[in-house]
Each structure stands twice: as structure tokens, then as C-alpha cells.
């Protein structure tokens, strides 16, 4: 316990505020000019008190200020103020950094999630590829007119290019559930794919 604190009395949670009637050593009443310079004093930047500069800044003698100091306690509720204010500077970092972890959370969320989507869209992408044929093919056919020829031409891009557009769909799906999910990054992924001899549609 604060040295102090034992034989001064009991100044209330919020010691700063004006003392009760009689409160100060020998029951001695804060009058209200007296506690204006505290007040000034307490509001100074903790690096900018002194009863000297005080004294300087009210225009009263430095001997008043002493007095004033000694019979009001003003070390002890100066002391007082300050731990309030620490655990009110505390209190709003804590805020911040929560906001910024909660911030941070729900962009990374939205991130897997346009991972997720963009890993379907792929898969997607790749399926439709390979429904396109790799060479180009002469097809004949007959209809009320007579016969008609169709030429299918394939597109500019292979087989190959699809598989890899739907295995890249496949795995950047799995990352983007393992990392919503909270799951390691850490370690070997193995992936085995049965890749399917492409046999083109005929239309």
C-alpha cells in the first residue's frame, strides 16, 4: 500500500474532483480557488508540472503553491489522475487493435471466399473446355434441303489446358476451406488425379 494512503483519508474513486468540506490536513477546506490550481496543475502534461512553473503560470508566489499541494494532497490525486488516465489510453488501444483483428478477420473471410468461388468458376472453366473438340472434324449431314457440311474447328488451346485449369480449380478450392477453417498451412499435400483418356462428342 501506498505509504501515503495510510494516513491520508479516503479521497473517493475519483480523487481529483473537489475535496469534501474539511477533507484536507488538519480538516482544512479546498476553497475553489485553491482547487482551480490544482486543477490547472493535475490537466498539465505529466512532463510540465512544477509548482514553480505553477506559480509563474497563475501568478501567485511559490510558497502558496506548497502549501496548497502539502494541505490538499496533491502528489497523491496527481498520482491518482494519471493511473486513471493510463488505464483509459489502455483500454482504447485494446479497442483498436480489436477492431483491426476484427477487420482483418473479415477480409480474410471474404478472401476465402472469392478463393472458393474463383476455384469453381475454374473448375467450371476447365469442364467446358474439354467438351470442345481437339481436331477439326467434317461432319455431313442431310436435312430437308439436301446435305449440309459442318465444319468444327477446335479451340485455341489444348487438352492439356483444361486439366490444369480444373486441377488448379481443385486445389485453390481446398486452400480456400482449409484457410477459412483455420487449418495449417504446414506440411506435404499429396494430390493423386485418374486423368481420363478424351474421347470428343460428335454433334
Not at 494512503?5 to 480523487?15: H, N
Not at 487493435?97 to 482483418?104: I, K, N, S
Not at 484457410?179 to 481420363?196: F, L
Request: charged share 35%.
Amino acid at each position: 500500500m501506498d505509504p501515503e494512503m495510510e494516513v491520508t483519508p479516503d479521497l473517493g474513486p475519483e480523487p481529483w474532483l473537489p475535496l469534501a468540506p474539511k477533507q484536507g490536513r488538519e480538516r482544512k477546506t479546498e476553497a475553489p480557488m485553491a482547487y482551480a490550481a490544482f486543477q490547472s496543475f493535475y490537466l498539465s502534461p505529466p512532463g510540465e508540472r512544477g509548482l514553480r512553473e505553477l506559480a509563474r503560470k497563475l501568478g501567485k508566489h511559490r510558497t502558496q503553491m506548497d502549501v496548497w499541494s502539502k494541505r490538499f494532497f496533491w502528489p497523491l490525486r496527481v498520482k491518482a489522475w494519471d493511473r486513471r488516465q493510463s488505464l483509459l489510453a489502455a483500454a482504447e488501444r485494446e479497442r483498436q487493435m480489436r477492431e483491426q483483428e476484427a477487420l482483418r478477420m473479415k477480409r480474410r473471410e471474404e478472401l476465402h471466399e472469392e478463393m472458393f468461388h474463383l476455384a469453381e468458376e475454374l473448375r467450371s472453366r476447365g469442364r467446358q473446355m474439354l467438351k470442345h473438340p481437339i481436331t477439326e472434324r467434317t461432319i455431313q449431314k442431310t436435312d430437308a434441303s439436301g446435305n449440309q457440311v459442318i465444319t468444327v474447328k477446335p479451340a485455341k488451346f489444348t487438352q492439356d489446358t483444361a486439366i490444369h485449369m480444373i486441377l488448379a480449380g481443385v486445389k485453390l478450392g481446398e486452400d480456400s476451406i482449409n484457410k477459412a477453417g483455420g487449418q495449417s498451412d504446414t506440411g506435404a499435400v499429396i494430390e493423386d488425379y485418374e486423368i481420363v483418356p478424351f474421347e470428343p462428342e460428335e454433334k
